[in-house]
């Protein structure tokens, strides 16, 4: 049964930093990229992170580059998302997602909330 396990949300105060973290089981995890998403309300889930299988690339997205870093495990099965720097309008759910081709997994979501 594949699970992707996030945790590390809450509220935190602009400026605040947050380590959100993904515990994957149930799947061959070191040969899956990983991603980071958020989706705010009344907008499109958007990418926030990814990272290949082995840990040696990592692409982010315009509104977060520099705030953020994403990092794996492939002994413990989980990934990583450090965020810093922390702005109202970073508040989302934020998913977790494992990709391989032709395969997609997600997570049940963490709330980040940055507000003062």
């Known amino acids: 049964q594949v699970q992707l396990v996030e945790s590390g949300g809450g509220l935190v105060q602009p400026g605040g930093s947050l380590r959100l973290s993904c515990a994957a089981s149930g799947f061959t995890f070191r040969a899956y990229v990983m991603n980071w998403y958020r989706q705010a309300p009344w907008k499109e889930r958007e990418l926030v992170a990814r990272?290949?299988?082995?840990?040696?690339?990592?692409k982010y997205a315009d509104s977060m580059k520099g705030r953020v870093t994403i990092s794996r495990d492939n002994s413990k099965n989980t990934v990583y998302l450090q965020m810093n720097s922390l702005k109202p309008e970073d508040t989302a759910v934020y998913y977790c997602?494992?990709?391989?081709?032709?395969?997609?997994?997600w997570g049940q979501g963490t709330q980040v909330t940055v507000s003062s």
């Open positions: 997602n494992a990709h391989y081709t032709g395969l997609d997994y």
């Open positions: 990272i290949t299988s082995a840990g040696d690339t990592t």
